[in-house]
Each structure stands twice: as C-alpha cells, then as structure tokens.
C-alpha cells in the first residue's frame, strides 16, 4: 500500500462533472476531489479489506440480534413507539440497499472499524463512478476494487422483484451532495427497471383521510429511499405514521439500529478482542482514545483526548448528545496525510473502496477524496481483471436534474 503523487488531468473539474461530480471543490476553493495522488493496493491487501468487511457485516447482524433480544431501545436512542416498526422490518427481512464501513488501515495490521455509516452513506458517486472513469484515463492497464454499479443494478432489481412498486428518490432540499448521490442511486434503479421519481423532503405528504404518504400529486408513495437519517425521520412531526402505512423504506427500519455509535461498545462487548475492532466504551477510556457523540454525522464533534487532556477536536451540532469512546487508532500516514478507508456494502456484497484523507488527524465532510488503483502501469506482469464499462445511462440524463 502507498500513496503516490501524480499531475492531475488538465481537465479535471470538466471531466468529473461529465460524470455528476459538481461538487469537486470545497466553498474554501479548495479541492474535495483530488487526483494530485492515488493509492495503490496490492491483490493481497485488497482481500484484506474485502475479508474484514464481510466479517465486520456478520458481526453487526449479530448485534442487530442481540439489541432486540434484550431490547437496548435506550441505548441506541430509539424513541418510544418505534420498538415493533424496527423489530417488524428485522423479522420481515426487509432488503438492505447499502452501507459503508470505515476502515483504518495501514497495509500491515487487519483493518479497523471505526465506525459504519449504515443508513444514509455519502461519497457513493466518487467511490463507484468518478474514480473508475479515473481510472480508465490514467491507469487503464490497472484494476480497481469497484464493482458498486454492478451490484447496485443487482439490489435494483431484487427490489422490482420483490417489493415491485415504483421508487421515490429524497433527500434534503438543496443540499447538492445528497442531490447528486440520490440521482446516482435513481439512474441504477431506472437501469434496473424500475419507475422512479424524486422528490425534495419536505414534498413528502401526509394524507390522514387515506392514511399514507403521498407526493405533490396526492400518489400513493409505495417505496422510498431516503437520504436522510432515521433518527431525524422518527423525530419529524410525521414520524408518528412511519408505522401505520404499507410503504416500504430504504435503508429499513432495522438499519437504525446499525447506524449510530452505539454500535461500536456493543460490538466490543459481544466480541472482544476481534482483530477488526476497536475497544470502544460508554466510559472514558485510558491513554489516547477518541470521544464521539452517538448521533453524529460527517466527523462533527470529535474529541482525541490523551488521558483526559484534549489533542484535537471538531465543532458541530451535536454536542448536547450522548457519547462514546472508542481507543486511538494510531495508523501510520502517508505523506503526512491521514486516510481512512470506506468499504462499500451493496446488497450484503462487500464491493468497493472510496479513500478519504486530510491533513489532520479526523476526518470530516470536507476531506478529501482520493482515488485508488491495484497495480498499475509499471505493474502490467500482473494479472489485470477484464476491463469493464459502468453503464451509466446517457439516455435517461443521469446527472441531469
């Protein structure tokens, strides 16, 4: 594993905008998308991480289990009234899109969560599209851990198949990320077969006569993916009807369960010492470990402490929240750089890998991107996977609002 520093396309920002990526730089005028450098991993290392992701998914399963079992509603911050909408998702089965665990590692040691974004993960786009496309341009004789579309249009179907209602795409208003993330998720589906429509949130309607959610039209809305976190929708003043229709959420109910910080003491509880955890605790632990709020989204309000004595932190809006601890991870960095690994789950496959760095030692929304490869154009002894075409849709304007 290593980081190499490389001269950008000429055209870049012109180039990932052709594939969705508008948001390549920062309001600082900096760049979120980065290709002054890539890493490149050997066959071996990626197993590594392919491996740890599939055993760090069985793990959650099992602590999704547990919760239930000994209803720890509390612990994960589960209001009161949602206990039978969750446990009716879990028995029911109900499909899984996606998740992203990220991963510390360093090429040597087994990687290590830290923590996994289960419900509404972000850097999709960049992780299944943008670097392939990458890829092609700069590095066409290497491969890629990237097979995210395929296996998107894969979960796509299996939801035609099995739920077989058209899908309504939302997110927030505005937020140009969350756009751009949910228009990626809607093509894959329309590749799929599926009807598909967007709306903002706040298009979202309650008829109370009919008792179900509906679009601007007054249609019945039968599936919904959501870029927006349960916790909040379960606070919204319509979360008290999240359970009294037939309408169908994605990501489920149960993934509440997996997408707060909760998990990671219970992980540690119930498995301690697995070479992919990290101890994690509701108290403080000794030495340097790392204090984040429950609740949190996108490295906001993170604390490296050092016995007590604070190292480095983050603002944000979460600070009125419970939190927990979890041990400082010391990986080696790269150029000075510190990278954390986000590991793509599609349908239970583990099936991609987005690289996030920064300066500092947390990252947060505003981290840099950067792409990877396997091998590479001074490598091309080894033994390449046939190349493959994404097939994005130019036909039904994919990034196109």
Do not use: I, M
């Given at each position: 594993m290593q980081r190499l520093t490389l001269t950008p396309r000429s055209d870049w920002q012109k180039r990932v905008e052709?594939?969705?990526?508008?948001?390549?730089?920062?309001?600082?005028?900096?760049?979120?998308?980065?290709e002054s450098a890539c890493y490149v991993f050997t066959p071996a290392e990626i197993d590594q991480i392919e491996l740890a992701t599939l055993d760090l998914n069985e793990l959650c399963l099992k602590a999704v289990e547990h919760i239930l079992g000994h209803e720890l509603w509390d612990d994960f911050q589960i209001p009161r009234g949602f206990e039978d909408f969750i446990r009716k998702s879990w028995d029911e089965e109900e499909i899984s899109i996606i998740g992203r665990f990220d991963l510390l590692f360093d090429g040597i040691s087994p990687p290590k969560l830290a923590e996994y974004n289960a419900d509404t993960p972000t850097a999709l786009l960049e992780a299944a599209v943008v670097q392939w496309f990458w890829l092609r341009d700069c590095a066409p004789d290497a491969d890629q851990f990237n097979s995210v579309h395929e296996r998107l249009i894969e979960v796509w179907q299996r939801v035609k198949l099995e739920i077989g209602k058209p899908v309504t795409f939302v997110s927030t208003a505005d937020h140009v990320e969350d756009f751009m993330t949910v228009t990626y998720l809607r093509d894959a589906a329309r590749q799929a077969g599926l009807m598909t429509q967007y709306l903002p949130m706040n298009a979202i309607g309650w008829n109370a006569s009919r008792r179900m959610f509906v679009d601007m039209k007054e249609r019945s809305l039968g599936c919904v993916l959501k870029l927006y976190p349960w916790e909040w929708m379960m606070r919204?003043?319509?979360?008290?009807?999240?359970?009294?229709?037939?309408t169908r959420w994605l990501e489920p109910p149960w993934k509440a369960l997996l997408s707060n910080k909760a998990l990671l003491p219970l992980l540690w509880k119930l498995f301690p010492e697995h070479p992919n955890l990290l101890p994690a605790s509701w108290e403080r632990l000794p030495g340097r470990c790392v204090k984040k709020p429950v609740l949190g989204r996108e490295g906001a309000n993170i604390t490296i402490l050092d016995d007590g004595q604070l190292v480095q932190g983050t603002s944000g809006d979460y600070s009125d929240g419970e939190f927990i601890y979890q041990a400082f991870h010391?990986?080696?960095?790269f150029d000075g750089r510190t990278i954390v690994l986000g590991s793509w789950m599609v349908n239970g496959f583990a099936c991609g890998l987005g690289i996030r760095e920064d300066d500092s030692l947390i990252t947060t929304n505003t981290s840099r991107f950067v792409p990877h490869r396997i091998g590479g154009t001074d490598e091309t002894q080894h033994a390449i996977k046939a190349a493959k075409e994404i097939n994005v849709s130019q036909a039904t304007g994919i990034f196109v609002p």
């Open positions: 052709s594939v969705g990526l508008a948001f390549h730089t920062t309001d600082q005028g900096e760049p979120y998308w980065d919204e003043q319509f979360g008290q009807h999240l359970g009294t229709t037939l010391d990986t080696p960095k």
